[in-house]
Structure formats: structure tokens, C-alpha cells
Nanobody
Framework: QVQLLESGGGLVQPGESLSVSCVASGTIFRIVAMAWYRQAPGKERELVAS???????DYGDSVKGRFTISRITGANTVSLQMSSLKPQDTAVYYC??????????????WGQGTQVTVSA
């Protein structure tokens, strides 16, 4: 079984910075990609940023140039550094891992989510 433990998040003012981190643990055979998604009230969950096993990185259009995703491969950790935060960045941020528990069991795994609130 795979567990994702998120940390960070909180309340900040517009223009400030904040970071969130996620550690994957448990039975992990191979990680294909790790990512951060977010979901604001009344909206669908959306991709914020992802990094794959080869180091390829994608960002959602609304965060390009402001957010930076990084992964510590040996520690199964992914972090998201968020800068120039806006009220519209307010959401629950979810860690996601796509990978294999065994050579034959592939799945998407999710953390519990951490709240990020940007407000004056």
C-alpha cells in the first residue's frame, strides 16, 4: 500500500510565498510521475504541476512562472514552491503519485490534501 503525506500550506497574503511538500511511502516498486493538483470550492480538480521519472516538468497555465515543482528522487519527495500568490490560488492542494506497487500493479495515489488560502 502507498501512502502520501503532505505538509505545508496555510494562510498567506497576496504576493507572498508558500511551499508544500509530499512524501510517498509504503510499497513502491516504481514511480512514473509525481504531481500537485488543486481544487477550489465549486470547481473541478486541476493540475498545478507534475514531474515525471525522466525529469520532465509540466505546469498549469495559471501558475507558470510563479510556481516551481521539484522532486528528490531517492526520498520519494515532491515539493511545490509557490510565489506571487493570488487569491485565486486558494484551494485544497493534493499530492498525486502515479506508479507501481508491484511490477504488475499500476495506479494513481492521492494524499489527503492541504489547504492553501491567499487572502488579505
Amino acid at each position: 500500500q502507498v501512502q502520501l503525506l503532505e505538509s505545508g500550506g496555510g494562510l498567506v497574503q497576496p504576493g507572498e510565498s508558500l511551499s508544500v511538500s509530499c512524501v510517498a511511502s509504503g510499497t513502491i516498486f516504481r514511480i512514473v510521475a509525481m504531481a500537485w493538483y488543486r481544487q477550489a470550492p465549486g470547481k473541478e480538480r486541476e493540475l498545478v504541476a507534475s514531474v515525471n521519472a525522466g525529469g520532465g516538468i509540466d505546469y498549469g497555465d495559471s501558475v507558470k512562472g510563479r510556481f516551481t515543482i521539484s522532486r528528490i528522487t531517492g526520498a520519494n519527495t515532491v515539493s511545490l514552491q509557490m510565489s506571487s500568490l493570488k487569491p485565486q490560488d486558494t484551494a485544497v492542494y493534493y499530492c498525486n503519485m502515479r506508479g507501481y506497487e508491484t511490477p504488475f500493479k499500476w495506479d494513481d495515489y492521492w494524499g489527503q490534501g492541504t489547504q492553501v488560502t491567499v487572502s488579505a
